[in-house]
């Protein structure tokens, strides 16, 4: 079964999806992403999309549910590189994917996490929230 | 003044989930061949897959068919989603934010319409649903 | 019955044209500004040529007709040059008319004994006239709305200028309305921006749009939960107290964006955001 790589970064997972996903694929990933987290013991999960032309509701969702799994399992999520008709799609569609980080690239959501890590557990309320 | 017309109509099934990729990279080739901007381009493509799913979802999946239309100066893209699917029984109701009796988010139907310029529904409970959405090139 | 006065009328083809010019001599003294006297002969003339040319007893009734092509087409480049030339719709109307006047009159006279002959062939006559005029009015109106949904085009570029005001900080002033459609503008430039630049805060300035009502604050909603989607903050400045005021009375929740009054406010939260400080240099001593 074709499966989305994810690599270990430190203390952070990186996934960059290269491909439009099928619904399969996407599913897959979610359950990859949260072993993973749980083996490794991750903080933080970095999803790269920059090479996604689309994300529907069902891929929204799917990110969604990575995040809000996550979190409870003490790690962050990042979205980076959304392209700029994918968010402007994403807000007309209604999902405004609250609850998720988003970061311009790598670079920048590595550098999100990071400052998160040390600001700790008490400054959860950045404007990035809701 | 005006370009030449071209004259696509074509039929695609959607009976699996790998058919959604296939008919959203179809609808994106044609959209870029009369011109339509990217973002438009992706509003369409995110509804298409949307109505597509939800085809496949809830009506044991169906026919999409493409088509370029004309209206005066307008040119644009009107796809057809048909399935012999159960029906909706109340469409206004699948018609509202969050609204779902199936595994999705009940963002599709309402979404869909917010991503196109016209969008008309048809649904007989125990017959099957035809959706219909129609994107303008410029808007 | 039709043959005969398309023929009847082709044989009286001079005096027709003569007839028209005149016309058009005591008519349009002001558009005499604008062609001299040589220049109308020859295009009228050219225009009375193609019409005995194209015309024949079956088109009369069907103005689509193929055969009638050079025809319109010959009219839609007269009315496109003459409105260049500085005509108004009217003049260029009351040209073509005064053709039928031309017509009528000549028919008038040839089949003066019979008046139920005379009475079809002038309606014929008046339609097929009628019909070029409608044409005429056609491109002239097809004319103006091209330029005018060019120039609506380029309003929409060049009032939306991204302008990067820091390394990493855009700021975008809208000037004027924003609805659905230039809000989809200012969405795209601002999010490209963002990209090209890889900046991290943007400043949407308000202070040249005239009134924010519901749907101008759901259009900024979007904007910024669009930014926020591509990893960039937005700020909303340039909140006018007449907007304050109508946001506050019609009940319009802006609680979830960052607003400043002012784009310098703006700026500073942009440079605090960034860790960024702007202080002023002690001079040293000039002469030491």
Redesign the interface.
């Known amino acids: 079964m074709e499966r989305i790589p994810i690599l270990k970064m430190g203390k952070f997972l990186l996934v960059t999806i290269q491909v439009d996903l099928y619904d399969r694929l996407a599913l897959n990933l979610e359950e990859d992403l949260i072993q993973m987290v749980f083996k490794t013991g991750a903080k933080g999960v970095l999803i790269d999309i920059s090479a996604l032309s689309i994300v529907d509701s069902f891929m929204g969702k799917i990110i969604g549910n990575i995040a809000g799994m996550s979190s409870i399992m003490d790690a962050e999520t990042v979205v980076v590189g959304m392209q700029p008709a994918v968010a402007i799609t994403l807000i007309e569609l209604g999902l405004p994917l609250s609850g998720v980080h988003t970061a311009l690239n790598v670079e920048k959501g590595m550098a999100l996490l990071e400052s998160r890590m040390i600001t700790g557990q008490e400054d959860d309320t950045t404007a990035d929230d809701d | 003044m005006t370009p030449p017309l071209m004259m696509i109509k074509e039929n695609m099934a959607i009976q699996q989930e790998r058919d959604l990729i296939f008919c959203r990279n179809r609808v994106k080739e044609v959209a870029g061949k009369i011109g339509m901007g990217l973002v438009n381009q992706t509003k369409l493509i995110t509804a298409t897959s949307e109505l597509a799913r939800n085809m496949l979802i809830y009506g044991g999946g169906g026919i999409m068919r493409l088509e370029i239309i004309t209206r005066g100066k307008l040119e644009g893209i009107q796809l057809t989603f048909e399935d012999k699917g159960p029906g909706i029984a109340d469409v206004d109701k699948a018609m509202q934010d969050g609204f779902t009796t199936g595994r999705t988010l009940g963002m599709g139907l309402p979404g869909a319409k917010r991503l196109v310029n016209e969008f008309s529904i048809q649904s007989t409970p125990g017959k099957g649903t035809t959706v219909k959405i129609l994107k303008w090139k410029n808007g | 019955m039709e043959r005969d006065i398309i023929d009847l009328l082709r044989s009286k083809k001079d005096q027709v044209l003569t007839l028209w010019l005149q016309a058009q001599d005591s008519d349009t003294e002001a558009s005499s500004n604008f062609n001299t006297h040589d220049e109308l002969q020859a295009q009228s003339s050219e225009f009375v040529d193609l019409l005995f040319g194209s015309i024949t007893e079956h088109n009369i009734q069907d103005f689509t007709s193929w055969e009638l092509e050079a025809l319109t087409d010959y009219v839609s480049s007269l009315t496109i040059s003459r409105a260049r030339q500085g005509f108004s719709p009217r003049e260029t109307a009351t040209y073509i008319f005064t053709l039928k006047d031309a017509l009528l009159k000549v028919l008038s006279e040839q089949i003066e004994s019979d008046p139920v002959k005379l009475y079809h062939a002038s309606i014929q006559i008046s339609k097929f006239i009628d019909n070029i005029g409608i044409l005429s009015f056609e491109t002239f109106i097809t004319g103006r709305e091209?330029i005018i949904s060019q120039q609506s085009d380029e309003m929409a570029e060049l009032s939306t200028p991204v302008i990067r005001v820091w390394n990493g900080i855009l700021a975008m002033p809208i000037i004027g309305t924003l609805d659905s459609?230039r809000t989809?503008v200012v969405?795209?430039n601002l999010?490209?921006g963002?990209?090209d630049t890889?900046s991290?805060i943007a400043i949407l300035d308000i202070s040249g749009v005239p009134a924010v009502d519901s749907l101008v604050a759901q259009h900024l909603i979007?904007t910024v939960?669009?930014?926020?989607?591509?990893?960039?903050?937005c700020i909303i400045s340039g909140i006018r107290p007449e907007i304050a005021q109508t946001v506050v009375h019609l009940g319009i929740d802006l609680s979830?964006m960052?607003t400043k009054a002012t784009l310098e406010s703006a700026l500073k939260y942009a440079f605090n955001t960034l860790q960024l400080e702007v202080r002023r240099v002690q001079k040293e001593k000039v002469n030491g």
């Open positions: 091209d459609a989809q969405m795209e999010l490209q963002i990209v890889g991290s979007k939960n669009a930014t926020r989607l591509m990893g960039a903050e979830q960052i």
